[in-house]
């Protein structure tokens, strides 16, 4: 990466996005450490969205921002359980003693629908079953699933905020910062540029 970041450097970016595996994130971030380069917003998807990829990044993880498709502040619960998001993470963390993830409450969801579904069924038929996810229309853990709604036929979008990894006391935690798509989501801290 040793010609983009010069690039970069040359240019006087401050801010550098994309998506990327975590490998391949972790080696551009140490190269740019190495070479003095300091964006003061990196947002890379993919690379900063689970809590072991971003511990691996070290002291250098403090900062780096990514999209929060859910987390323990979202304000939806389970429509089969009642269970909160923050339950549900919590839950999860006692159980595996790891800290929760972005797709732990998708995979709920997943479940949600299609128990939904199969109760609003006709019947047992494959048009039957499809008619009824088309139809869909559920609170679920991760926000409403309207297949109806859209922004087309046979998909829904949930709410979706920005969020930093913090350094804490345990290590990193992801932290919404920015709520403007998705205002009933919490802002639980401000927005900082990166200062390592």
């Known amino acids: 990466f040793s010609a983009y970041i010069a690039e970069f450097k040359k240019n006087n970016v401050e801010i550098v996005t994309g998506v990327l595996p975590p490998p391949d994130f ?36 403090n900062g780096l921002s990514v999209e929060v498709w859910w987390s323990p502040v979202h304000p939806f619960s389970s429509s089969l359980t009642g269970v909160s998001s923050a339950q549900l993470a919590a839950a999860y963390t006692q159980a595996t003693g790891r800290p929760w993830a972005m797709p732990l409450a998708f995979k709920h969801s997943l479940f949600e629908v299609a128990i939904d579904a199969l109760k609003r069924a006709a019947d047992l038929k494959p048009e039957s ?68």
């Open 26 to 61: 972790a080696n551009f971030w140490a190269q740019a450490g190495q070479q003095g380069f300091k964006p003061k917003i990196v947002t890379a998807a993919k690379a900063t969205e689970f809590p072991a990829a971003v511990q691996s990044f070290g002291p250098r993880a």
């Open 129 to 196: 079953i499809r008619n009824a996810i088309r139809d869909t229309n559920l609170n679920t853990i991760v926000g409403p699933v309207n297949f109806r709604k859209g922004p087309v036929p046979n998909v829904a979008k949930t709410p979706l905020v920005g969020g930093q990894w913090k350094k804490t006391a345990k290590g990193f935690e992801l932290v919404v910062v920015e709520n403007s798509l998705a205002p009933a989501v919490p802002v639980k801290d401000k927005f900082e540029v990166i200062k390592a």
